[in-house]
Structures are given as structure tokens and as C-alpha cells.
């Protein structure tokens, strides 16, 4: 089973959620797919064995055969690049990098073979163990946008025969939509505030059309849980799993501890991932 773990906005204890239901299954492959802010290594603590970097295609500019034509500019999708003829034997072409998603139309359409694509290094791929646990993670170049390019590249790792926890980046725009699509299921964690359920609603939304079966984990579940749980309800959404809220959970996790190892909190993830497992008719 791949097993997506997302949630509508940052700090809902998304990664604690996948960190532990991974320690509880032991022997998993876990993979950290939230490349702009990677967090799981602090409770996971994994021994790295690999660092393989990540490049990416941008279009490299022969101007002594450019002749301006434009051509270019307008077969970009995305504007990254703009062509400025001065006269009929000279001119400008003015490369976005970051806009630029590799797709290499540029190269294909240009008549005077101008064009040629160079690799641009994005990112590195960290890879190890943490006990049976067989750990993947990503780091983005700083200051580089090509976020859900880089997940893509990082989840080439995944092995299905193995089970597979994806750790995904918060939110539900892109980075989000590239982790999660492909997985056999995707808990949703969410909490019990204004901003939690709000924010549920729109993960919710986006799995749905990305056609991925879904439950719901309620973290630092409390008396105020009840306007989830009746959304939920509503919705005929599954409520896999909770986490009470708790000061000792807290101190642990400021600690980067695994509350798992602890068998009344690791009897809480077994029986979510389980029901994740039964919701969509796979195996652990």
C-alpha cells in the first residue's frame, strides 16, 4: 500500500502522524516528500548511505544562430522566455530560468537549431535507513521553484512491493497534488480549530478530484473535535484515527521523540494505518 499522509495547512501534525505510523509498522519505506521543509529525519533519525543530486533541463541560447524569429517565445508555455529584436541582423533573448519547466518545446520548434538544453542542478536525494525503516527525503536548492519537479524525481524511489508512507507538503496547490497522486490512499490530518476544519475541506476537495480514497486522523483531539467529526459524517468521510491532545505527546515531540514506542500511542497508528489498509482494499 502507498500511503499519502497530507493535510489542508502546515502544523497539523501531519509528520507526526507519518513518522509514527511508520515506527509502528517497522518495516517500511518512508519517504519525506515535503522537499522545501523536510522534517522527518529529526524523529527518525536515519544513517544517510546515498546523496544523489537532481538537475533539470533550461534551454541554452546559441546566439550566434539565433535570428530572433520569436518562435521560441511563443511555443513557451509558461513565458520563460522573451525575444527582443533590435534590427534584422541582432537582438536579446531574455531566459526566465525559474518559469522554465524543462518540457524542451523550445529546442524542438526552434529552425535555426539554436537552442540546446543544459542541466541546472535543483536538489539532492538523501537516502538511508532508520532501523527496518528504508528513508528517502529531498532537499530544494535554495532559492530554486521547481518543488513538484523534484518530488516527482523522489518518488522514483517508491517500491511497491514495499508498504510506502509519503510524508507530503502541506497545502493543496501543486507540491501537495504531485505527492499525493499515485497513492493507494491518503489520511488527511487535520485539527480541531477554525483554521483546521477550513483547511480540511480544501484537502478534501483536491483528493477527491485527484480520485484518491481518503480518511480523516484528528490530532490533539478534544471536546471541540465534534464540528469535524460532523463534517465528516456529512460528507461520508471515514474518521481513521485520533491523538488526544496531551502535554506528554508535546514535550516528546519537542524532544523529536517517537511516541510510538510507547504501546497505548503505538496501538493508536497500527489500527489507522489498518483502516486506511481496509478502506482501500490493500495489505500492510
Given amino acids: 500500500m502507498i500511503l499519502s ?35 522527518a ?23 550566434s544562430k539565433c ?27 531574455l531566459l526566465l530560468d525559474n ?7 523550445c529546442a524542438v520548434f526552434c529552425p535555426q537549431k539554436a537552442i540546446s538544453e543544459d542541466k541546472k542542478e535543483i536538489g539532492v536525494i538523501e537516502s538511508g535507513r532508520s532501523g527496518g525503516i ?5 532537499k530544494l536548492k535554495i532559492g530554486d521553484v521547481k518543488t513538484a519537479f523534484l518530488i516527482k524525481e523522489l518518488k522514483k524511489n517508491i517500491d511497491k512491493n514495499k508498504t510506502v508512507i509519503l510524508d507530503c507538503p502541506p497545502g493543496t496547490s501543486c507540491p501537495m497534488v504531485a505527492a499525493v497522486g499515485g497513492s493507494d490512499f491518503c489520511l488527511l490530518v487535520t485539527e480541531p480549530s477554525p483554521f483546521g476544519l477550513n483547511d480540511l475541506k480544501l484537502a478534501v476537495e483536491t483528493v477527491q478530484k485527484l480520485g484518491v480514497k481518503h ?3 484528528i490530532n490533539r483531539a478534544d471536546a471541540s473535535s465534534h464540528k469535524i467529526e460532523s463534517y465528516c459524517r456529512r460528507e461520508n468521510i471515514e474518521i481513521v484515527g485520533s491523538l488526544g491532545f496531551d502535554m506528554d505527546i508535546a514535550k516528546k515531540y519537542s524532544r523529536g521523540e517517537i511516541i510510538a514506542k510507547e504501546q497505548k500511542y503505538k496501538n493508536i497508528f497500527l ?3 489498518q483502516k486506511c489498509a481496509e478502506l482501500c482494499g490493500k495489505s500492510l
Fill in 5 to 39: 499522509i497530507a493535510s489542508g495547512k502546515g502544523g497539523t501534525g501531519k509528520t507526526t502522524a507519518a513518522v509514527n505510523i511508520a515506527a509502528a509498522l517497522g518495516s517500511v519505506q518512508f519517504i519525506d516528500c515535503d522537499v522545501e521543509e523536510p522534517d
Fill in 41 to 63: 529525519h529529526i524523529f527518525l533519525k536515519p544513517k544517510i548511505e546515498t546523496v544523489k543530486k537532481v538537475y533539470t533541463l533550461v534551454p541554452k541560447i546559441d546566439k
Fill in 67 to 93: 535570428n530572433f524569429c520569436s518562435l521560441c517565445a511563443e511555443v513557451c508555455a509558461f513565458g520563460a522566455i522573451n525575444v527582443f529584436k533590435q534590427t534584422e541582423a541582432d537582438g536579446a533573448v
Fill in 99 to 105: 518559469l522554465c519547466h524543462g518540457c524542451g518545446a
Fill in 134 to 138: 528504508n528513508y528517502h527525503a529531498a
Fill in 215 to 217: 480518511g480523516v486522523f
Fill in 271 to 273: 489500527e489507522t494505518a
